[in-house]
Antibody, heavy 118, light 110 residues
Framework: QLQESGPGLMKPSQILSLTCSVSGGSISSGIYYWNWIRQRPGRGLEWIGNIDDRGTTSYNPSLQSRVTFSVDMAKNHFSLTLNSVTAADTAVYYC????????????WGQGILVTVSS | QSALTQPASVSGSPGQSITISCTGISSNIGTSDHVSWYQQPPGKAPRLIIFDVSNRPSGIPSRFSGSKSGNTASLTISGLQTEDEADYFCGSYDSTNTWLFGGGTKLTVL
């Protein structure tokens, strides 16, 4: 199971920090990429990027300049930091796992709505 | 990085079959076997229903099937049921070591 946590409301220019807690398995299993995906209101899914248990990251080029991922083995969670948020970053943010074998998003968190408003 | 292209909406009657297309380019759908499909009921998180073009995870009914030809992947739902009404998204791994999704297709069961 995956569960997102973080603030629901932010102001423009602030830094967004979200955490995804993983239960029922170890984040250091070495068989998953740990992903962040967002869905802006009324729109499709947008892959933000991922991190593996060695800390190797891959980012969506459109967000790469503002986003950073980290992983905490001791707490069995991984995190997203998004700098300089604007109203365009208002979205439901999901964390999800990608299996190394089939590269599909097999487990998803329930999602967390983040609203950016002054 | 452009999203994959899906029709905005499709509809069908119970018992009928529908097909949703998903078009990419040679660096993703055209050369990747890692094409997947997701079902998202209103207000819920997406759920994986097809992986590696045509494989179904455990618990997904055989009414759901996937295929691929060239740069276009397809999801077919046969024997439509009212509970199938949802948004459907395709996804693909890209050779640039990134992942993409389609814009989503709203399925209405009339």
């Amino acid at each position: 199971q995956l569960q997102e946590s973080g603030p629901g409301l932010m102001k423009p220019s602030q830094i967004l920090s979200l955490t995804c807690s993983v239960s029922g398995g170890s984040i250091s299993s070495g068989i998953y990429y740990w992903n962040w995906i967002r869905q802006r209101p009324g729109r499709g899914l947008e892959w933000i990027g991922n991190i593996d248990d060695r800390g190797t990251t891959s980012y969506n080029p459109s967000l790469q300049s503002r986003v950073t991922f980290s992983v905490d083995m001791a707490k069995n969670h991984f995190s997203l930091t998004l700098n300089s948020v604007t109203a365009a970053d208002t979205a439901v943010y999901y964390c999800a796992s990608v299996d190394f074998g089939d590269y599909s998003f097999d487990y998803w968190g329930q999602g967390i709505l983040v609203t950016v408003s002054s | 990085q452009s999203a994959l292209t899906q029709p905005a909406s499709v509809s069908g009657s119970p018992g009928q079959s529908i097909t949703i297309s998903c078009t990419g380019i040679s660096s993703n759908i055209g050369t990747s076997d890692h094409v997947s499909w997701y079902q998202q009921p209103p207000g819920k998180a997406p759920r994986l229903i097809i992986f590696d073009v045509s494989n179904r995870p455990s618990g997904i009914p055989s009414r759901f099937s996937g295929s691929k030809s060239g740069n276009t992947a397809s999801l077919t739902i046969s024997g439509l049921q009212t509970e199938d009404e949802a948004d459907y998204f395709c996804g693909s791994y890209d050779s640039t070591n990134t992942w993409l999704f389609g814009g989503g297709t709203k399925l209405t069961v009339l």
